[in-house]
């Protein structure tokens, strides 16, 4: 098994096609074909099933495939590290958000990496914060930001910020009152969340109150835009930190009130695996999202209590959790 067998066959695989992979490479057909099968008779185990319109996956491509990946990601980033041990920052990056994070700095990342990192390639990957951690894990992305993570002893985390959760929804769902609402009385409302999970766990860290809630739930959804519209049409309302709907909020077409009775709030973390290398790409980058993220806060733009302790290099750390 060599590097280059690994990247044509990663290249069947996510192309699902023989004739594209030949094409996304610029390598010809035959070429693929050969290296495919020179890998197969090694492995002892057919890889896909060849079919007319395609190539799918075997049980034992699927699991080759997640260690290619790895071993692939593993080998860009030590030539990233090589290269990177000039003072120029450069290369390649990819950087997974959250959906609020993405709302919060999402335009100030994008314009810092512009105007003041040119060179650098950035990535930028939104989804829900179960999504987020899985792309960390299998190294789609170098660092992430979740909500509310659960314990792997592959990422190191380190505490960012603490928000406020709030009932939102139109006033016609949760009145117009400006006065706190009781837990106890925001679970006979009519509430719109996300599917059970990672994707709601990242806003409720307390299972006893989160299955209240969905006991409750008319709606659950996979899609923030989702819950947004469905709240804009007055199916129910929901619970989100301010950063989730503050256009919606400062415009007037949605409200919020502070629960109580709990109060609900939840934690941001920034995470990356204990094994990934040291470089100044990587600080820098860093460096970058936990500043505009400050400086969100500090503006009061993102309401929230900014809790993230300057550490040094990845494994170097004194006030980092590694959990």
């Not at 959250?98 to 003041?116: E, F, H, R």
């Not at 603490?162 to 117009?176: A, F, Y």
């Not at 999202?289 to 733009?301: P, T």
């Amino acid at each position: 098994m060599d590097i280059r067998q690994l990247t044509y066959f990663v290249a069947v695989f996510d192309h699902a096609n023989l004739s594209h992979a030949a094409s996304h490479l610029a390598v010809a057909q035959s070429a693929i074909s050969h290296h495919i099968a020179n890998l197969e008779s090694e492995m002892g185990t057919p890889l896909f099933i060849r079919k007319p319109r395609g190539m799918e996956p075997t049980a034992a491509g699927h699991k080759l495939y997640d260690h290619a990946k790895l071993i692939l990601a593993a080998i860009s980033r030590a030539e990233m590290d090589m290269l990177g041990a000039s003072e120029e920052i450069a290369g390649e990056f990819a950087v997974g958000l959250p959906y609020s994070v993405m709302k919060g700095i999402g335009v100030p990342l994008m314009q810092a990496i512009l105007t003041d990192f040119p060179k650098v390639r950035l990535s930028i990957v939104e989804g829900l914060s179960g999504t987020t951690h899985a792309g960390l894990i299998s190294s789609e992305v170098d660092l992430a930001l979740f909500y509310n993570p659960r314990k792997d002893p592959r990422v190191t985390l380190e505490p960012v910020l603490e928000e406020e959760i709030l009932c939102v929804g139109r006033p016609s769902v949760i009145s117009t009152s400006r006065d706190p609402i009781s837990f106890e009385d925001l679970a006979r409302l009519p509430v719109l969340l996300l599917r059970h999970g990672a994707s709601s766990r990242a806003l409720i860290d307390r299972p006893g109150l989160l299955n209240r809630l969905e006991a409750n739930a008319p709606l659950q959804l996979n899609s923030v835009s989702g819950i947004i519209n469905g709240m804009l049409a007055g199916l129910g309302c929901t619970i989100a930190p301010q950063v989730f709907v503050r256009e919606q909020l400062q415009a007037g077409l949605l409200h919020s009130r502070q629960v109580i009775r709990p109060s609900l709030s939840r934690n941001l973390f920034l995470g990356y695996r204990r094994d990934y290398p040291s470089n100044r790409r990587f600080e820098a980058m860093k460096d970058l999202v936990l500043g505009l993220i400050e400086k969100e806060v500090s503006s009061r733009a993102w309401e929230a209590d900014f809790h993230h302790r300057k550490t040094g290099l990845p494994g170097r750390t004194s006030h980092k959790l590694s959990i």
